[in-house]
């Protein structure tokens, strides 16, 4: 599957919430869809499932628009962190009707992790507890097989060991069925392995666009004695900076670097590095491919 977007615009009267977004996503692999929380993210997702159209631009994917495509449309499954259920129904109501909407439903699996979660099929979908209706939509999501499959934060209410337990399923489900997966958190560390490319959004612009291997190779962390920190990092792109006793440590983004003698180098996680490059008073130099 490949998902393109051109020039990307949504707005909502008088916001924006997508704001002239170009990017390419294409082959099956994990991707990490990050940003603050307004950046756009669920706008973006919410598009790609076609649920409403977008105010200018193009969301293609395979070169058909999603919305109003039905054809299209049961080949995403987008799980959102609420409003995917109707309250009425109960678990297994809605693992019958996602049976019959997705058409590479695995049955068997989705009663398998119904287990895994402990989710009584009786039980009516507004009696769940947040965390036991996340944990049904990590169920609908794995077992529809689609070959777009999109988790906005799924995990909302489930424990540490829950989650764990979520993150390994989903690299199983992957292996087992390689599809284009998008992955929205903002627990970046706990699931950065799995991400192969990631995508930030910023007050519904693209940020950055890259593989997390081209990410790590971007940048590097220095430390070391204060004043050869800084002499070294002058007039170089410093994306964050700390200072304490003398001792210093810069990270450099996107710029070639010879060798930092008597310098420490080392790199900074996913996370930290989101952190950094999302501050908006820092002056990032950070290219979407």
Same mark, same amino acid.
């Given at each position: 599957?490949?998902?393109?977007?051109?020039?990307?615009?949504?707005?909502?009267? &008088?916001?924006?919430?997508?704001?002239?977004?170009?990017?390419?996503?294409?082959?099956?692999?994990?991707?990490?869809?990050?940003?603050?929380?307004?950046?756009?993210?669920?706008?973006?997702?919410?598009?790609?499932?076609?649920?409403?159209?977008? @105010?200018?631009?193009?969301? $293609?994917?395979?070169? /058909?628009?999603? *919305?109003?495509?039905?054809?299209?449309? &049961?080949?995403?499954? %987008?799980?959102?962190?609420?409003?995917?259920?109707?309250?009425?129904?109960?678990?297994?109501?809605?693992?019958?009707?996602?049976?019959?909407?997705?058409?590479?439903?695995?049955?068997?699996?989705?009663?398998?992790?119904?287990?895994?979660?402990?989710? &009584?099929?009786?039980?009516?979908?507004?009696?769940?507890?947040?965390?036991? !209706?996340?944990?049904?939509?990590?169920? =609908?999501? %794995?077992?529809?097989?689609?070959?777009?499959?999109? *988790?906005?934060?799924?995990?909302?209410?489930? #424990?540490?060991?829950?989650?764990?337990? *979520?993150? #390994?399923?989903?690299?199983?489900? !992957?292996e087992r069925n390689p599809r284009l997966i998008i992955l929205s958190t903002h627990l970046i560390d706990e699931v950065s392995k799995l991400f192969? /490319?990631?995508?930030?959004?910023?007050?519904? @612009? %693209?940020? %950055?666009? /890259?593989?997390?291997?081209?990410?790590?190779?971007?940048?590097?962390?220095?430390?070391?004695? &204060?004043?050869?920190?800084?002499?070294?990092?002058?007039?170089?792109?410093?994306?964050?900076?700390?200072?304490?006793?003398?001792?210093?440590?810069? =990270?450099?983004?996107?710029? @070639?670097? @010879?060798?930092?003698?008597?310098?420490?180098?080392?790199?900074?996680? $996913?996370? /930290?590095?989101?952190?950094?490059?999302?501050?908006?008073? =820092?002056?990032?130099?950070?290219?979407?491919?």
């Amino acid at each position: 599957m490949e998902i393109r977007t051109n020039h990307l615009t949504k707005k909502y009267r &008088k916001e924006v919430a997508l704001d002239d977004l170009s990017f390419q996503l294409s082959g099956d692999k994990i991707v990490g869809l990050l940003g603050k929380n307004g950046a756009g993210k669920t706008t973006l997702m919410r598009l790609l499932a076609g649920h409403f159209a977008q @105010t200018n631009g193009e969301m $293609l994917i395979n070169q /058909e628009s999603p *919305f109003n495509n039905y054809s299209l449309s &049961k080949n995403i499954c %987008l799980i959102m962190e609420s409003n995917n259920f109707h309250d009425k129904f109960t678990v297994k109501d809605i693992l019958k009707i996602s049976s019959k909407f997705y058409p590479y439903w695995d049955k068997e699996y989705a009663e398998e992790l119904r287990e895994v979660f402990r989710l &009584k099929p009786k039980k009516k979908v507004k009696t769940l507890s947040k965390g036991m !209706y996340s944990a049904l939509g990590i169920i =609908v999501g %794995l077992a529809s097989n689609s070959p777009i499959t999109i *988790f906005d934060e799924p995990y909302i209410g489930l #424990d540490a060991a829950f989650r764990s337990t *979520f993150y #390994d399923l989903l690299l199983e489900s !992957y292996e087992r069925n390689p599809r284009l997966i998008i992955l929205s958190t903002h627990l970046i560390d706990e699931v950065s392995k799995l991400f192969e /490319e990631v995508v930030i959004l910023q007050e519904g @612009t %693209l940020l %950055l666009h /890259e593989s997390v291997d081209d990410l790590a190779n971007k940048h590097i962390l220095l430390s070391g004695n &204060k004043e050869e920190v800084e002499q070294f990092a002058s007039n170089k792109n410093v994306i964050h900076e700390t200072s304490m006793l003398g001792q210093k440590t810069v =990270v450099l983004y996107d710029e @070639t670097i @010879t060798d930092p003698a008597g310098l420490k180098v080392s790199r900074a996680s $996913l996370q /930290e590095l989101f952190v950094y490059l999302t501050k908006e008073e =820092v002056k990032r130099h950070a290219r979407a491919n």
